[in-house]
Structure formats: structure tokens, C-alpha cells
């Protein structure tokens, strides 16, 4: 088969990605891998399709009405600490995949990961392009943690993880950091970082000879972790953060292509985060 004219439909890798398959980069993995035939041809990354294509993704056919626009769905989960963000464990430990609601078709991508002794809020989202550009270091989207230091925090280690430390990965930062109680050793920072680096927080502390003994994000770009929402349950987005989180990661979408369930509790959600927001660090 005559491959098709760069005019005709979309790229496949935004095609499968936007019908919930995987993230971008996944996709783009499988294709390069030859493990995604269209019209019974390997395809290649940049291919361009339509619904009407015979598409094979990891040996399974992918329906037509899969391949057209789908409502997506964006979540936010509070995380429990001892759970695992993945799929399946060898050694059956639990993961996280197991608490989220069930899907018709597509699946759930985590926007990021948190190790396993890290609790709070994570994103998910049936919308692999979505997730690709959240994830992505380009994005400068801001991460909220609270975290519980033991040792001393002096004003110069603060300005040194302020100003920026060299880690194993390379140089690292927090945008923000507050003081924001304890007691005796312990004593708790809310602190802001701009990529997901894996343990990146931990490490920064560990760099100026502190030790973390508790993290939990509160914050991922405009999303807040509501108090309210318990360990191991999720909530749907509001209109409002799906937009500010479609705007950040630079996509057009309307609404209307997305599953929404609107929350009679938003102006409290609201009024909590301008709350949060009054009382967020400042360099």
C-alpha cells in the first residue's frame, strides 16, 4: 500500500496517544520498535492516518471508533505512602492502578511518578499527548511538596538550595522554600521544584547533610490536593483546572472533548486554593 500524502489525517504517535494507548514517548517506543502496523505495514514515526486505517498496536486491532476523537479524562489521586505507581509488581506489591476507576476504553497514564515512601497528589490522564507535555522538563510546571526535615535548617542551607546544588543527574534547585512548623528536630518546609526528577526533593535536602523523613505533594501546577480527599481516592478535575492544565502544557482542546463532572463544592475548592496560595513561599 501507497503510503498516504503528509495532508491526509494526523500523525500516527498523536493519534494513538490521544486515544488514551499510552504517553507520547511510549508510543513512540512501540513504533520504533515496529510493534504498530497500519494496513499491514510497520509504521513509521511521522505516518499520518484516519480512522478508516487497519491499525495493530502491540499485536492487538484498534478499533475505528477508538481512533476518532475521544472524551479524555484527567484525575487527581491522593496517594497513599507503601503504594507502587506501576502497573503490575513481580513481586506483588500494591500499585496504585489497582485503586483507579475503571475505563470503557483507553487507559490511565500517570502524569509523573512518586516513589514508594512519597504520598500526596498525582495526576492522571487518559490523554497520552496531555501527559507527554506535562511530564516534559520544558514545561517548567511548578511541584508543590511538604516535607518534614530532621536536622537543623540554617538560613545558609536554605540559600543554598535556593541558589542551586550539583546533584549525580546535574544541577538542581528549589523555586520556593518555606518554614512551615514542627516540633524539636523535626520541622516541616513547604518547598517548590520545576521538573520531576526521580527523588529530586529528597535528595536536594540531602545534598546540604538533612534527612527527609516525610513527603507529600500538595500541588502540581494549578491542582491542589484538597484536604478533604482521602488516601487511596481520587477526584475528577474542575472546568477551570483542566483548562489552566490544557493552557500550561500548550494544547487546544474544548471542553467538550473532555469528561468533566462538575463540583457543586467549587467555590470552597477555590477559596481553599487562594488560601494556600496566600501563604505559598517567596524567595
Known amino acids: 500500500m501507497a503510503r498516504m500524502a503528509p495532508a491526509d489525517g494526523e500523525r500516527i504517535q498523536k493519534v494513538l496517544a490521544n486515544s488514551g494507548l ?18 499491514g505495514k510497520v509504521a513509521r514515526l511521522g505516518d499520518r492516518i484516519t480512522p478508516e486505517d487497519k491499525v495493530i498496536f502491540g499485536k492487538r486491532p484498534i478499533s475505528a471508533r477508538r481512533l476518532g476523537k475521544q472524551p479524555f479524562r484527567t484525575i487527581a489521586y491522593n496517594k497513599p505512602e507503601g503504594m507502587l505507581v506501576t502497573r503490575t509488581d513481580p513481586q506483588g506489591r500494591p500499585t496504585v492502578f489497582s485503586q483507579l476507576p475503571k475505563l470503557e476504553s483507553g487507559r490511565w497514564i500517570a502524569v ?3 516513589d514508594m515512601n512519597t504520598s500526596g ?6 490523554d497520552g499527548e496531555l501527559a507527554n507535555r506535562l511530564m516534559h522538563p520544558s514545561g517548567q510546571i511548578e511541584r508543590e511538596y511538604a516535607v518534614r526535615v530532621l536536622g537543623e535548617v540554617t538560613e ?8 542551586g546544588v550539583e546533584l549525580d543527574d546535574g544541577p538542581a534547585r528549589f523555586e520556593d522554600v518555606v518554614e512551615s512548623g514542627g ?27 538533612l534527612k527527609v ?18 488516601a487511596g481516592k481520587y477526584r475528577e ?18 471542553l467538550s472533548e473532555c469528561r468533566l463532572k462538575h463540583s457543586a463544592s467549587a467555590k470552597n475548592t477555590e477559596a481553599m486554593r487562594n488560601r494556600r496560595r496566600a501563604k505559598r513561599p517567596h524567595r
Do not use: C, D, Y
Not at 499510552?22 to 494496513?39: P, Y
Not at 545558609?156 to 541558589?163: F, G, I, Y
Not at 528536630?185 to 536536594?204: D, I, K, S
Open 22 to 39: 499510552g504517553s507520547r514517548r511510549e508510543i513512540e517506543q512501540k513504533i520504533a520498535n515496529g510493534e504498530v502496523l497500519v494496513n
Open 121 to 126: 497528589l498525582l495526576l492522571f490522564t487518559t
Open 156 to 163: 545558609e542551607r536554605v540559600l543554598k538550595l535556593v541558589n
Open 183 to 209: 516540633q524539636g528536630a523535626n520541622r516541616w518546609f513547604h518547598v517548590v521544584v520545576m521538573e520531576g526528577r526521580n527523588r529530586e526533593v529528597r535528595r536536594l535536602w540531602e545534598s546540604v547533610g
Open 112 to 114: 509523573g511518578r512518586l
Open 237 to 254: 478535575l474542575l472546568p477551570q483546572e483542566l483548562k489552566s492544565l490544557l493552557e500550561l502544557a500548550g494544547l487546544r482542546r474544548n
Open 213 to 230: 523523613n516525610r513527603l507529600k505533594r500538595v500541588r502540581f501546577g494549578p491542582v491542589m490536593l484538597e484536604s478533604r480527599l482521602p
